[in-house]
């Protein structure tokens, strides 16, 4: 209980430190505030279903790129952002609840590229949806300021952390590691497989709609093949991989090292970038699978005997 009060402490401190963040930092900083907030807010998603139940999925791509579709066309309606934010993330979750009955039957690597495969072909929907309207492309205009879309997404990063944690701690959560164990014994139990890793699933979807569509603002131009782009979803992977656990803090961690680390490659060694990325994550896997959350857990552990 102690333990739980101190994390919800330092979230507490944390969205408090968030809220004055704009007004000590420049535009520089806080824009990279917001890439470490988008980060934070998709991969403690992404943990929701493939953390806790082992299903991998590479299609938050999908659910971004929907999500930021959403918000080109409320945008262009005049939709205000409390109606358009809320429902680009509705829409992400009615699509995981159309798709996921069919693609969580499969296991493994099938449902890996299943959801890599779902996010292709919605790209590519999308791109014929857009040619026959005769869109190459679209400009958003008169967007809101960076500081505002600064703490949306600060909104929305601890909103995932609150959910990351609290389905951790639930007994939906202890159904959904109890699916990761073994899925054949868990129904056997009497738990409702289906049903949790469909309703994982469709949570998992949310919050990446509204973070699409947050970001949309923030780029400002709409191409489908950049907003659905791959890499979103090999970015959280790593990120999930070196934050490790299928906890809250997991992800934070890994998600602020590869960030943090990005930014500073980026500046100083930007052609080994892509080389000291692949080379940290085959480090990570062979000599600290359980990640940074794992392994301060475990030297917690050995400090306590």
Not at 174 to 194: S, W, Y
């Amino acid at each position: 209980m102690k333990r739980h009060g101190n994390f919800l402490a330092l979230l507490a401190a944390g969205v408090a430190f968030g809220a004055v963040y704009p007004a000590l930092a420049g535009d520089y900083f806080i824009g990279v505030g917001l890439t470490l907030l988008m980060w934070i807010a998709l991969t403690q998603s992404w943990t929701v279903l493939s953390g806790m139940t082992g299903y991998i999925s590479l299609g938050h791509a999908v659910f971004f790129g929907l999500g930021a579709y959403v918000m080109v066309l409320g945008w262009s309606e005049k939709l205000p952002l409390l109606v358009t934010i809320p429902l680009a993330g509705l829409v992400a979750g009615l699509l995981a609840l159309l798709v996921g009955a069919p693609c969580l039957r499969v296991r493994g690597p099938y449902f890996v590229i299943l959801t890599f495969g779902l996010a292709e072909f919605v790209k590519f929907v999308v791109v014929s949806v857009e040619a026959g309207l005769g869109k190459a492309g679209r400009l958003l205009f008169a967007t809101p300021s960076l500081e505002t879309l600064f703490y949306i997404m600060l909104a929305l990063a601890a909103a995932a952390v609150a959910l990351c944690y609290g389905v951790r701690r639930s007994r939906f959560g202890a159904g959904l590691r109890a699916i990761r164990e073994d899925e054949t014994a868990a129904q056997t139990l009497g738990i409702p497989v289906t049903r949790f890793k469909l309703t994982a699933y469709v949570l998992s979807a949310i919050i990446p709609g509204m973070v699409g569509a947050v970001m949309m603002l923030r780029s400002t131009y709409f191409e489908p093949l950049q907003v659905f782009n791959p890499i979103t979803p090999f970015t959280i992977v790593p990120m999930a991989i070196i934050g490790g656990s299928d906890d809250a803090p997991g992800p934070l961690l890994g998600a602020a090292f590869l960030v943090i680390l990005s930014e500073l490659l980026w500046a100083n060694a930007p052609e080994l970038y892509m080389v000291i990325l692949g080379a940290l994550l085959v480090a990570f896997v062979l000599f600290l699978p359980e990640g940074l959350w794992g392994r301060i857990q475990k030297l917690r552990r050995r400090r306590a005997a």
